[in-house]
């Protein structure tokens, strides 16, 4: 092998015009590489320094700099986390004892629906207001959300709601695999691990249903989202199994893109935002649910995804009469790569929404941070 490389280093020399001390100077970094490589010199070096046990390597990938100095790359058991078993082990065991016997809440008659969307609150993303100007991690997230359901309830109490649409999903969940990625395989910096970001997220749902189920019953619709579609909807499920005792807790989860909700003479569509063009959603609705939009007169999408408002109006087209498109606003702040970009700004919110049965929205309501 050495004889080769000299051969080839020579080669090398003469066609780049080296003189012999360069060629040397070459060669002996080339020959101190292989020694290196071949004693795992530079990895014993490398993983002493950091105290890591190589009984703990799962991977290690290496490549040497412009200067000769190695460069590692390691993933440990710790890094990965915990495996699925485990994963799901806990998950299960936290909801066989917390899991409780809901009692049936006796209410006043109500007249309005009550829709609470916190949307695209990426739990488990991480920004540092050194760099971005705002902190944000899953402290932060959840303190919003709980902050902005109970601002949005304390908005309605002039209302005599007889129902709540609860909104969950649309990028609940900041990741989706256990490299740090979203469900495509962009990464993101994060704050934690992903089955932190999942067991924050569950508890944080658990939270916001109990709290909104003491008012009014509660109907739960989860939509598929472009960071977390497959967790996302894994946590949508898991919430359904912590409330399968709960009589006045409904759930609308399955992996269809678009949902539908009726509300006296209201049709809602629900949607991430990712999907269909915005101008095509007014028939989607008229063509995916027929009954439903003969029945109804005031009709709505609400969608998310792009965290502030883009707002369109159709009055009359066609076969249907006054549907309203409407993008959600987020309680989450810039990362690095959206404020590097610019895309910030955006005002930070929760928002709501009053429906009349007769008479369709009736008040809009916004929690800003």
Same mark, same amino acid.
């Given at each position: 092998?050495?004889?080769? #490389?000299? +051969?080839?280093?020579?080669? $090398?020399?003469?066609?780049? *015009?080296?003189?012999?001390?360069?060629?040397? =100077? !070459?060669?002996?970094?080339?020959?101190?590489?292989?020694?290196?490589?071949?004693?795992?010199?530079?990895?014993?070096?490398?993983?002493?320094?950091?105290?890591?046990?190589?009984?703990?390597?799962?991977?290690?990938?290496?490549?040497?700099?412009?200067?000769?100095?190695?460069?590692?790359?390691?993933?440990?058991?710790?890094?990965?986390?915990?495996?699925?078993?485990?994963?799901?082990?806990?998950?299960?065991?936290? #909801?066989? +004892?917390?899991?409780?016997? $809901?009692?049936?809440?006796? *209410?006043?008659?109500?007249?309005?629906?009550? =829709? !609470?969307?916190?949307?695209?609150?990426?739990?488990?993303?991480?920004?540092?207001?050194?760099?971005?100007?705002?902190?944000?991690?899953?402290?932060?997230?959840?303190?919003?959300?709980?902050?902005?359901?109970?601002?949005?309830?304390?908005?309605?109490?002039?209302?005599?709601?007889?129902?709540?649409?609860?909104?969950?999903?649309?990028?609940?969940?900041?990741?989706?695999?256990?490299?740090?990625?979203?469900?495509?395989?962009?990464?993101?910096?994060?704050?934690?691990?992903?089955?932190?970001?999942?067991?924050?997220?569950?508890?944080?749902?658990?939270?916001?249903?109990?709290?909104?189920?003491?008012?009014?019953?509660?109907?739960?619709?989860?939509?598929?989202?472009?960071?977390?579609?497959?967790?996302?909807?894994?946590?949508?499920?898991?919430?359904?199994?912590?409330?399968?005792?709960?009589?006045?807790?409904?759930?609308?989860?399955?992996?269809?893109?678009?949902?539908?909700?009726?509300?006296?003479?209201?049709?809602?569509?629900?949607?991430?935002?990712?999907?269909?063009?915005?101008?095509?959603?007014?028939?989607?609705?008229?063509?995916?649910?027929?009954?439903?939009?003969?029945?109804?007169?005031?009709?709505?999408?609400?969608?998310?995804?792009?965290?502030?408002?883009?707002?369109?109006?159709?009055?009359?087209?066609?076969?249907?009469?006054?549907?309203?498109?409407?993008?959600?606003?987020?309680?989450?702040?810039?990362?690095?790569?959206?404020?590097?970009?610019?895309?910030?700004?955006?005002?930070?919110?929760?928002?709501?929404?009053?429906?009349?049965?007769?008479?369709?929205?009736?008040?809009?309501?916004?929690?800003?941070?």
């Amino acid at each position: 092998m050495k004889s080769k #490389i000299i +051969k080839e280093g020579k080669e $090398y020399g003469k066609r780049l *015009r080296l003189s012999k001390e360069e060629v040397d =100077v !070459i060669l002996q970094k080339r020959a101190n590489h292989l020694d290196n490589i071949n004693n795992n010199t530079a990895l014993d070096t490398h993983l002493e320094e950091r105290g890591i046990d190589k009984n703990d390597i799962v991977s290690v990938k290496h490549w040497q700099s412009g200067s000769g100095d190695y460069r590692f790359s390691i993933v440990t058991k710790e890094n990965l986390g915990l495996d699925e078993e485990q994963i799901f082990g806990k998950v299960n065991d936290f #909801i066989a +004892k917390y899991s409780p016997d $809901y009692k049936v809440i006796k *209410r006043k008659a109500g007249t309005h629906l009550l =829709v !609470i969307n916190p949307a695209d609150i990426h739990i488990g993303k991480y920004a540092n207001e050194v760099e971005t100007k705002q902190m944000y991690d899953c402290d932060t997230a959840v303190n919003r959300v709980m902050e902005g359901v109970t601002g949005l309830i304390d908005k309605a109490k002039g209302f005599q709601i007889e129902r709540i649409l609860f909104c969950i999903g649309n990028d609940v969940l900041h990741i989706d695999s256990v490299y740090g990625t979203t469900t495509k395989g962009t990464f993101q910096d994060t704050d934690g691990k992903w089955w932190e970001h999942y067991e924050i997220a569950l508890r944080l749902y658990v939270r916001c249903v109990e709290m909104l189920r003491k008012i009014a019953p509660v109907d739960v619709i989860h939509s598929m989202s472009n960071h977390d579609y497959q967790s996302g909807f894994h946590l949508a499920h898991t919430l359904q199994s912590w409330f399968r005792k709960a009589k006045d807790v409904t759930f609308d989860i399955s992996v269809a893109h678009r949902k539908y909700y009726k509300y006296g003479t209201n049709l809602l569509g629900l949607e991430h935002g990712d999907g269909a063009k915005m101008v095509n959603l007014p028939l989607l609705m008229a063509q995916e649910k027929p009954l439903l939009w003969s029945k109804t007169t005031h009709r709505y999408w609400y969608l998310h995804h792009i965290h502030h408002k883009v707002k369109h109006k159709w009055l009359d087209a066609k076969d249907y009469i006054g549907v309203t498109v409407e993008y959600m606003r987020s309680p989450s702040s810039a990362d690095s790569w959206h404020f590097r970009k610019g895309f910030t700004g955006a005002p930070l919110a929760c928002e709501g929404f009053i429906h009349s049965k007769e008479t369709g929205q009736v008040a809009r309501l916004t929690h800003y941070f």
